[in-house]
């Protein structure tokens, strides 16, 4: 059947659609800092005014995939780590200043625990994986592998409460009477809960071993982070759902605010002990470049204590454009899922389409020709994390050759995939934008497992998030401006 088309309303139901809509988000917490605030007023998030059509089948496939790709990255770890460190050692020297930062943090945590082991085998992934449906085929294709500071699960819930809430109201009809869509049509994500329900996992596994009563979770946030309240909500969630308390620092108040005896971690104020370190921080360049001593000195000392760390640094570096490029091959899928079924192995196949290396390889060899020829089909990724770092089609060439060719390496080139254009309407701050917009969904796993048993502790889908940006625009950060959260019409 094909997807209903969005309502249509007139101008005075636009306004009073505006108008619920906005109070809502007020009143719910669907909102975040305006840049570079200094006071306690925030906005409404942008967000869509409408749900956007998401094939079910699509969907489905999306959630069907989520806990075998959450098992893939940890089996990197657990399964073949010297492969993994190899892999992490060369692209070390081609991105020294982040990538080999992070790698050398991994490296000095190892060296200086006793045993030469890290003291906590267990490690919280919070993972999302993000998809665009191709235009002819509703197949869903892998944007990238998200394995730190995943964002976006609180807000998530909150426009599909959002959603449904105008829906009920009858807002979405032209007589205010009827619901537009059926229930189960625009479902919600339940991301606040699941992910809370991760980190309390964590949390309880921590005591399992260490017999503690109480412990919590300390959050690592970025300073002025405008996007808090997205995390806020996982906060209220944790401590109402498992009545366990977070702390929120800086990278650059970790040694004020923390101290550790005897490897366990604690929050000096109240000496309450943490049993998981939570990082919406510390994914970029960016956030160790203003106090570079300080801020690399702080991830390393709570890579060594005993909390859970989610991600640890080498969760985090799994998550490399250049991982994501080599996971693409039959043989190394089946390599890191020996037991995956044939149905399963096809599934998550078809979520990819081509990357290819910029290397030496004969293979990296065609692909610098593909770059340079045929530039509009692809996209180039280096190795970095929270949008804006892409370069598209044609200014590829351009920017290669103003690089020494020794570095391209340092890159993954992939092919565009080209989603459906939708004709929603965008709501920022107060005015409502009318272009077409493409979508991405992401879907949430959190995953727990035991470095030096290789077991894997839970394994569970934790919602989902559509994003949903102007079509004219190449990326599709909320935050940095260019896109929205939105939420999915199954059809
Ligand atoms: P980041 O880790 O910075 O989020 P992504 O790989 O997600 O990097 O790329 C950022 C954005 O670029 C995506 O959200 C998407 O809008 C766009 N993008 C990335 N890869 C592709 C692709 N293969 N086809 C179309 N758009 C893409
Ligand atoms: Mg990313
Ligand atoms: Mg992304």
Redesign the pocket.
Known sequence: MPAKPFPELSESQTSDLKESLLQWTLANGLVMYPPNFQDFSANNAPITLFPTPLPKSSFQNAQDVQKLFNELYINLILKEKSWLIDILRKLSKFDADFTGKLFEVYEKAIEQSPNKKLIQPLSLGLFRS?Y?VHDTTNEI?Q??F?TVSVSFGGLSTKVGELHTYLNKSGYYDSDYSYQYYDDEEIPISNSINELAQGLADANYYYNDETKSTKTVVLIVVQPGERNCFDQRHIEYALLKNHGIKTYRVTLEDVEAKTTVNDSKLYIKATMDEVSVVYYRSGYAPSDYEVNPEKTWAARLFLEKSKAIKSPSVLTQLSGA?KIQQILTKEEIIKQFLPDISETDLEKILSTF?A?YPLDDTPEGQTAKKLALEQPEK??L?PQ???????I?KENIPGFLKNIDEKEWGAYIL??????PKHKNKIIRNNDIYNEDI?S?LGIFGTILFNEDSGKILTNNNAGWLL?S?FSS?????VAAGF?CVDNIYLY
């Open positions: 993000d665009m294709k944007i990238e998200n454009k389409v990357i692809f996209v990724k970095r994390e929270g949008g804006g770092n892409n598209y992939m092919e565009l995939i080209e989603p493409i991405e994003r940006k625009s190449n990326e599709g950060g896109g």
